[in-house]
């Protein structure tokens, strides 16, 4: 049996929920979207994710044609409705449907999707052994381009950086600003430690504001660590004690590996392990 998914203003099978050829969330990428964990049958973060939904929203004049509330128990619902206790939630806003020019003010029915299913992480040996990462040559969007704060339909920049990973045999990328300094990966936000001083990009270098990089923040604090937000240069990289990446689906996962040099022993460090496992214990907190 097929997914339910929220389509609007109710629940479909999952070969009925369709989209038209001229939304624009197709056509141009014009939307925005979250992405959001289910642990214990529990929404996390749901209300960081929905501000952020909203925030993204204004910056590209879209019209949310729900409030906060509504679109809270529209995401219940179809967790509920899927049966969903360990997941993932995909919360889509398209445009809607436009002509096939550009202009998005001829599109007055911006479409919400909701899907709520189970995720497949990185395999459990992965986080164990850790990742290997490159410096992309792609770089981050400029900042008076598209703002990287936006988390729109349009990831090809990303995709770009991470087909170089893939292709030169590694798993993720780290992407750089337009001056050079560090920005984060291709889905998930970077932090390093050196000399047990945590560090990791301000949002100013074309960081995600990720919640989940919000969450290991607090938690390094509370952990007694010097919890930093530095610009920081591919030299930072190469000579940092440990990497880990942060992100909702990737949660907290050590990297080992950058440009073909081995950071620290080559394993995940303590303290990419220690905040880990404490992010691990809040999703299981249900908070
Ligand atoms: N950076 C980018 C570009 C992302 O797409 C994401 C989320 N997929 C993140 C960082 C991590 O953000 P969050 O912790 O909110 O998932």
Redesign the pocket.
């Known amino acids: 049996m097929g997914l339910k998914i929220w389509m609007n203003n109710g629940l479909v099978e999952e070969a009925e929920a369709k989209i038209s050829l001229f939304d624009h969330g197709l056509l141009y990428g014009d939307g925005i979207f979250e992405?959001i964990r289910v642990y214990g049958g529990k929404v996390f973060q749901l209300e960081a994710h929905l501000e952020r939904l909203y925030t993204s929203a204004q910056a590209i004049c879209l019209q949310v044609k729900q409030d906060p509330q509504t679109l809270t128990g529209n995401i219940l619902k179809t967790v509920e409705a899927n049966r969903i206790v360990e997941g993932y939630i995909r919360l889509i806003v398209t445009r809607g449907v436009g002509t096939l020019g550009h202009n998005p003010l001829v599109c007055k029915d911006s479409q919400i999707i909701i899907v709520a299913t189970t995720i497949q992480l990185y395999p459990p040996e992965t986080y164990e052994k850790g990742l290997k990462v490159i410096s992309a040559n792609t770089i981050r969007m400029h900042p008076q381009s598209l703002s990287p704060q936006i988390?729109s339909l349009n990831y090809l920049n990303?995709i770009l950086a991470k087909l170089e990973a893939l292709k030169g045999g590694a798993d993720e990328a780290v992407m750089y600003n337009h001056l050079g300094c560090v920005a984060?990966?291709?889905?998930?936000?970077l932090f390093i430690v050196k000399k047990k001083i945590v560090l990791t990009p301000p949002h100013a270098a074309g960081a995600?504001i990720?919640?989940?990089?919000q969450v290991v923040m607090k938690l390094a604090v509370e952990s007694s660590y010097e919890m930093r937000e530095k610009d920081l240069t591919r030299f930072d990289l190469h000579t940092a004690d440990e990497m880990f990446l942060?992100?909702?689906?990737a949660e907290v996962i050590g990297v080992v590996q950058i440009d073909g040099r081995q950071i620290g022993n080559g394993k995940p460090g303590p303290v990419t392990k220690e905040l880990r496992e404490k992010y691990l214990a809040l999703t299981k907190s249900g908070q």
């Open positions: 992405g988390k990303n984060e990966g291709t889905a998930d936000n995600l990720g919640i989940t990089r942060t992100g909702t689906a």
